[in-house]
């Protein structure tokens, strides 16, 4: 879907923008899916796999979640950067239409800067805007500290774990942690 803008201060004073991906972040998007993925290993892909990417499934992939009425992409732009993305998605089948999933990335030379704390109000208020949403979930990997700090700053709670959902090329296994927030209801 298609949102409003909003501008904001990092808080190194630089300014930002959260809007909805266009055709032409296209080249900058391709990167920052490389450069995210081997800056943590608690992002889902590998560099290598990004690959896959193409400007023209970026193009299908922009096209397709700035029409879906249940579901907004939003890019962090900083000094005509990518700096990070975030989403917020519902399932319109009616039975869990009142859960909304969130998710989020950033550079790691914008951790810190205030962006994430952004994402989370603009996606919190997106999803407040959806009829009959009451719940944001997100999931966050074993030993993340740095997200999980925000989320539980943002208000999630911690209400599952998926055992060694993630592999890492060193074999080590990692956990996956669910986490939920309730929205407030009128």
Avoid at 12 to 28: C, Q, S, T, Y
Avoid at 94 to 102: N, T, W, Y
């Amino acid at each position: 879907m298609l949102t409003r803008e909003v501008n904001f201060a990092l808080k190194d004073g630089r300014k930002a923008v959260l809007r909805n991906p266009r055709n032409e972040d296209i080249p900058g998007l391709l990167d920052y899916l490389v450069r995210s993925a081997g800056e943590s290993d608690f992002i889902m892909r590998y560099p290598e796999e990004c690959a896959k990417y193409t400007a023209e499934g970026e193009a299908k992939w922009i096209e397709d979640n700035n029409s879906n009425e249940n579901a907004a992409v939003l890019v962090c732009e900083v000094d005509g950067k990518i700096a990070g993305n975030c989403s917020v998605h519902r399932n319109p089948m009616m039975k869990v239409r009142h859960r909304a999933f969130i998710a989020i990335a950033l550079l790691k030379e914008f951790w810190g800067c205030g962006i994430g704390t952004a994402m989370f109000c603009e996606m919190e208020h997106i999803a407040g805007e959806w009829e009959g949403v009451t719940q944001l979930e997100l999931e966050f990997v074993e030993g993340n500290a740095r997200a999980r700090s925000l989320y539980e700053k943002r208000g999630f709670r911690i209400v599952g774990v998926r055992p060694d959902a993630y592999r890492f090329k060193d074999g080590t296994l990692h956990n996956e942690y669910v986490m939920m927030k309730k929205l407030p209801q009128e």
